[in-house]
């Protein structure tokens, strides 16, 4: 039979046909693209004098039968998940990072790269070939390329070791978040559209009544509205627990194992600690000039949750409750407070929101902004509920846009963009297939899906990943798109939550889902109004979630017990009470599953620095639709990539590098 992972595709855009792959069909299309990457791997190594073609653009193009093979699995993988593919996961992973070492490890190929670095100011490069060149070189040193005899063998180990425990961490994650569900006997409180969201959940689940799962849809507005404060508290520890459930799912083992693995690598790198190793190719370049912008942040922002806390308990003590303030209390009784405060609550906002209408409002704001135009496409998807879009300007395609944007038992948790395939010249003119996937609540079959500001946020934050991709404009793939600093990549992803609001943006995509009135001025001025309320809580379960991922790797031991390390941690920055990590280490999967956020959760914040500047230039020149700033936008961040220094890149755009005044100001946390 012939593996549809191994032909050519002869469908819209070369879209993977999703309708004709099986899961018998990954396995064997893996094991002949590593024989053909192999192959032209030690082709590359032949003997011939290396140039920059036949050795740099070789080693960009080797990996095209992987690609082929691995992007539809692994954007099913993590959002369309079943027994069959998760066991391919645990397979793959190992082979695939041996594959990675035995490259990095070639000393042939690495003594063309040398060759070719030594003599580089010969080469009559171009700027983006020579910095294909210094990350390429970079890569392999960082990889250990330069280590010899066990040093060498044990950090492909270690790499291997890592590979496996990070895809077993998600999989517990996967696993605790599908199997905790709690029927809803008691609605008392709860908004219809909460009501029917769980309704929803209970047919997908097991056609059953209305559930609460552990999506965040789910769980954060029932926390807010139920009145029943016991199943507020059983459904907050259920959330909070995932990955510390004890049995086969428990992830603190294995994150103990991870931080000492990670300390262990940098070491034989020669790093005083993973963090150092990690952020050394950064923005923040080291642990102490992250723990400055997060400590500057955490003091005004604990000052406010803590005089918040006194607020909200108050009110729970004249609601006759007694003890302390809980951290299931806090959602409650923090709605309650917004609602009699701004005359504004999640039930009379959420009509306004609708899922289609936001999609709506993010495309025609890339329109104004970018002259980007999307066109729905009739194409085999990998699951019923996406969608796909043609993506052109001035009639020109410019990429394939895929939203997935409802929860299910089969998809992780969070919210992610991902392409399939990234923009490149260096194969032909390619262009990028970008996945924008969300977990917001699914609806009743025939009621339109409500969002709330916070998931009409998400929707803008994935959407602004999606256009690094879809605007990128370079010859290699390994600059392309969001292939550069982390504490950079949320840079275009932030900053498009700014144009959420933008009140003429509103006035026109907030409509309401039964009249079709937009959103009255008075609401839609207490919404924008609201736009910093309990920011001081929001702040501090993020800036806690990031001290404890940078202090976990700032060291040059791993802690010995990762839960007494995190409890420390809260306790020498003086954490409130009531609150608690956003993500806590059991269920840490930007630090645990994989090594791309690890020591770098901050990043959200470096990057925040920059997007609360990077909008002000747009309102101090025309407004957020001025074609110039929009312009600038594109040339120097959107379409270069990974081009140059980001912050080479941020100079360009903006003149000067920013300080934390515009994001403390956002955030309504200034003195």
Known sequence: MTNPLRTSWDTPFELPPFDLIEDEHFAPALDAALIDARAAIAAICDGSDPTFANTIEALSLADAPLEKALSPFFAMAGADSNPVREELMRDFSPMLSAYSSEITANTALFARIETLWNTRDDLDLTDEQARVLLLTRRNFVRSGAQLEGFAADRLADVKQRLSVLGTRFTQNLLADERSWFMPLDDVAGLPDFLIAAAKSAGQEKDGGGPIVTL?????????????????????????????????????????????SLRAERANLLGYDSFADYKLETQMAK??????????????????????????????????????????????????????????????ELKPYLQLDRMIEAAFSCSNRLFGLEF???????????????????????????????????????????????????????????????CNFAKPPTGQKALLSYDDARTLFHEFGHALHQMLSDVTYELISGTSVARDFVELPSQLYEHWLEVPEVLEEFATHADTGEPMPRDLLDSMLGAATYD????????????????????????PADPMQKQAEIL?????????????????????????????GYYSYMWSEVMDADAFQAFEENGGPFDPDMAKKLETHILSAGGSEDAAELYLKFRGAMPDATALLKGRGLAG
């Open 375 to 437: 066109t729905p496409i009739d194409a085999p998807l990998y699951h019923a509920d996406c969608r796909a879009w043609d993506v052109t300007r001035d009639g020109k395609h410019m990429a394939v846009f895929i939203g997935d944007y409802f929860a299910r038992s089969s998809k992780r948790s969070g919210a992610w963009c991902s392409a399939m395939r990234s923009q490149q010249k260096l194969a032909g003119d390619i262009r990028a297939q970008v996945i924008n996937v």
């Open 215 to 259: 999506s965040r849809s789910l769980i954060v507005p029932f926390l807010q509205f139920s009145l029943r404060r016991d199943l507020r508290e059983k459904a907050y520890e259920a959330w909070t627990a995932r990955g510390a459930n004890g049995g086969e799912t428990d992830n603190r083992a294995l994150a103990g194992e991870i931080l």
């Open 535 to 558: 920011m001081g809580f929001s702040t501090v379960e993020y800036v806690a979630s990031a001290m404890v991922d940078l202090e976990f790797h700032a060291g040059e031991d791993a």
């Open 286 to 347: 080291t642990p102490d000039a992250v723990r400055a912008l997060l400590m500057q942040v955490w003091e005004p922002a604990k000052a406010s949750a803590e005089a918040d806390a006194l607020v909200l308990q108050a009110m729970m003590h004249n609601d006759n409750e007694s003890g302390p303030l809980e951290p299931w209390d806090w959602r409650y009784y923090s709605e309650k407070r917004r609602a009699a405060e701004h005359d504004l609550n999640e039930a």
């Open 571 to 599: 306790e020498d920055i003086g954490m409130p009470r009531p609150i608690r990590m956003r993500h806590a280490t059991p269920h840490f999967a930007h630090v645990f599953a994989g090594d791309g956020y690890s020591s």
